[in-house]
DNA sequence: GCATTTGTGGCTT
DNA sequence: AAGCCACAAATGC
């Protein structure tokens, strides 16, 4: 299977994804603009309606590698938007530890699909793969989204 | 109140 | 199998 990477640029920065043609294989915040996206794909649908200000059904994901990643982002995808979460609340949902919680999250190949960046430490920002600004950027987005 | 240490469970190599 | 980690809660100062 060809996955092919494309590019998105959003208002918060360029975001560049593996989109297959029927699976969203990763996601991959960068730090700078890229090339113009170009497909018409369910993965650039769910990015523009998220940076829309609004929530939309995801796109078909991969599967995750191991079964816990799944509860993991069955637990993230409850978090409703604007909203975060800390790692001690989605550690204690799923019933392990929160610095399992910190892994299972930096090891999230899907962010942004998956609302990692909603899962904050209990008493500091807490830590972001794709960069901590990416982190700041979307929380202080879906705040002025929501309840502006 | 802040700094350090330990407990903890999954992920990467 | 061993080391690493985006935390948290409990001490120590």
Not at 2 to 25: I, N, Q, T
Not at 115 to 139: D, I, M, N, Q, Y
Request: proline letters at 9%; glycine letters at 10%.
């Amino acid at each position: 299977m060809k996955d092919e990477a494309f590019s998105y640029v959003s208002p918060l920065g360029a975001v560049s994804y593996r989109w297959d043609g029927k699976v969203c294989r990763a996601v991959h915040l960068l730090a700078a603009a890229a090339s113009a996206p170009r497909g018409h794909d369910p993965v650039r649908a769910w990015l523009d309606a998220y940076f829309a200000g609004g929530s939309a059904p995801l796109p078909r994901l991969a599967e995750p590698r191991s079964p816990f990643q799944s509860a993991m982002r069955a637990a993230l995808l409850a978090i409703p938007f604007g909203e975060t979460r800390s790692y001690g609340e989605i550690a204690a949902s799923l019933g392990t530890a929160p610095r399992a919680m910190g892994q299972a999250l930096g090891a999230n190949p899907l962010p942004l699909l998956i609302p990692c960046h909603r899962v904050v430490a209990a008493h500091g920002p807490g830590g972001f793969s794709c960069g901590p600004e990416w982190k700041r950027r979307l929380l202080a987005f879906e705040s002025g989204s929501t309840g502006l």
